[in-house]
């Protein structure tokens, strides 16, 4: 799981060149459209695998990586594309 999310960090690093542009409303769809591209892989590659366990489980695991990847992004955002 952890080499899948490192997969799945590798669109920030476009998004890191595209957000050196000076225009905050731009950064902040690169980063929204980065957040959702590597949220997306990672569900879709997890997905598969925690379907195996019980619903309610495998469900509140991916809602708790799509929020923490959320947070990730709103992190990245502030601190370090600022």
């Known amino acids: 799981m952890l080499a899948l999310y490192g997969y799945g960090l590798t ?9 050196v542009l000076p225009f905050d409303l731009l950064r902040w769809g690169f980063v929204m459209i980065g957040a959702a591209g590597s949220g997306l892989f990672l569900v879709r590659n997890m997905y598969p695998v925690l379907s195996r366990a019980e ?3 495998s469900k509140s ?3 708790l990586v799509v929020a923490l990847h959320g947070l990730l992004a ?6 370090f594309f600022a």
Not at 74 to 79: A, E, G, I, Q, T
Request: glycine share 0%; net charge positive.
């Open 11 to 19: 669109i920030w690093i476009p998004v890191a060149v595209l957000c």
């Open 55 to 57: 619903a309610q489980t």
């Open 61 to 63: 695991i991916l809602i």
């Open 74 to 79: 709103l992190v990245l955002k502030y601190k």
